[in-house]
């Protein structure tokens, strides 16, 4: 019996290990979300033990809601279970404050992902697992999700921007059984969240109404839903594929072209938008929004400018091409810069940056601005330019205007001026009066919007 025990023990050990060694490096930095309950307890006692083998840096982050009473004595918990292992804790003390109609459940999950993400760590390692994936699987059926819903909790999950850590679920084939057995052949003591009870929750609705039920005529069904959920994971893999065919040709200088778009059927055209969407990282609308927006963008005139809004994104139609962006506060009037020389200038009001080059024969006259300030703002309205010698000077709404800068870009790009002059503007150029002269240097201002 004992030895039996002892097997146990080393094959959950083996099975978390290969899971880990997949996607881990020697030397990196795993965080454990710790929570105090029996699966991220099992969690950090088999990370601990494997440690001693793996190369690894070890830490815990627990997330405390402030929702239950007993909180502070979970946080108080792992502190002291972290305090034995001898590795250090981060606790995130959080106020939850949910909109009318907002789940309690998804905005506790956002925030916690909001901390995961400022963690200092190669990885946050989550203590979910085969049964979490069942569920995740049939609670997205029954919110009527698409492939990508149904596509289930991936064992390793980049978030964005580069640098921060990397979400790692090495439990995902291990049921909730072999989790618990392994708790208790180790002794191990664990808290329990008394919410984990409430049927209110749709997913403990699952687990202690539905799942029991289903268990008795199918027995092996966790595994039966996870290789559904690798079934959808092809699906969607494939549907990339497809999008990125259909980029290649639908995508002219970043930007999604009417005309190409229109030869698809609506299927691909929605595929193709949610696939752009995803890529920069856009929270994806319901099905049918996106349809709504996809319908609006294809139907409107080629003279109109449809704008669609939605979470913090914009969608909008320009002389036959989509643009996808992100919603901007107004630019304060009051914002400007002064340039002192620098070979670069961060621009936060404006999103981005100038470089400025020493350049032959290009740019901007060094010797033409040496007497006036030069200062960086955005435009007021009634600016004259003439940005081509032998053209006469034009306003600059009719030089962006004839450059089909979009009218929602006019007012917020940077614009140089010497003095009360405008001397640069980007994308169409450097006003005559303050060019270079043949063979001088000049300085030539490059702008690099984030």
Not at 107 to 119: G, L, M, P
Not at 240 to 263: F, H, P, T, W
Not at 315 to 340: D, V
Request: aromatic share 6%; glycine share 6%; charged share 20%.
């Amino acid at each position: 019996m004992v030895h039996s025990r002892k097997l146990k023990s080393i094959n959950f050990l083996r099975n978390v290990r290969e899971a880990l060694l997949a996607h881990i490096k020697p030397g990196d930095h795993l965080a454990v979300a710790l929570s105090g309950g029996v699966d991220s307890v099992v969690l950090l006692h088999t990370l601990a033990t494997l440690s001693r083998e793996i190369p690894l840096t070890l830490s815990a982050v627990h997330i405390n809601h402030g929702i239950s009473s007993n909180a502070i004595l979970w946080s108080k918990f792992c502190c002291h279970l972290c305090h034995s292992y001898g590795i250090s804790i981060y606790i995130a003390y959080l106020k939850i404050k949910k909109e009318t109609g907002e789940s309690l459940e998804a905005k506790a999950r956002e925030e916690r992902y909001r901390v995961f993400s400022q963690i200092q760590a190669d990885y946050v390692v989550l203590a979910q697992h085969l049964d979490d994936q069942a569920e995740t699987l049939l609670l997205q059926l029954l919110r009527g999700a698409g492939i990508k819903g149904l596509c289930g909790m991936p064992p390793v999950r980049k978030l964005s921007p580069i640098g921060i850590p990397q979400i790692l679920r090495p439990l995902l084939e291990i049921s909730r059984d072999e989790i618990e057995s392994y708790g208790r052949l180790n002794k191990l003591n664990w808290i329990k969240d008394e919410s984990n009870d409430s049927i209110i929750f749709n997913r403990n609705f699952l687990r202690h109404e539905i799942l029991p039920i289903l268990k008795t005529r199918y027995p092996n069904y966790p595994k039966i839903l996870l290789r559904t959920s690798r079934h959808f994971s092809e699906a969607s893999l494939l549907l990339d594929e497809l999008a990125a065919i259909d980029n290649e040709y639908c995508m002219v200088s970043g930007k999604i072209q009417i005309s190409n778009i229109r030869m698809l059927s609506f299927a691909r055209a929605k595929n193709l938008l949610r696939y752009n969407l995803a890529q920069r990282d856009i929270t994806l609308p319901s099905t049918v929004k996106l349809e709504t927006i996809l319908h609006q963008i294809l139907s409107a005139g080629p003279d109109s400018q449809p704008c669609i809004r939605f979470g913090n994104t914009e969608i909008r139609r320009h002389k036959g091409s989509i643009h996808i962006l992100s919603s901007k506060t107004p630019l304060s009037s009051s914002a400007h810069y002064i340039w002192n020389g620098e070979t670069h200038l961060v621009l936060d009001h404006f999103n981005g940056t100038i470089c400025f080059t020493d350049i032959k024969s290009q740019g901007i006259s060094r010797k033409k601005i040496s007497t006036e300030l030069i200062t960086i703002r955005s435009r007021e309205g009634g600016e004259r330019f003439m940005p081509t010698c032998n053209r006469p000077r034009k306003s600059l709404k009719n030089l962006l205007q004839e450059a089909s800068i979009p009218p929602w870009e006019r007012n917020t790009i940077p614009l140089i001026f010497c003095g009360e002059k405008l001397i640069w503007v980007p994308g169409i150029g450097i006003d005559c009066e303050f060019q270079v002269e043949s063979d001088e240097f000049g300085i030539l201002p490059i702008w690099h919007p984030l």
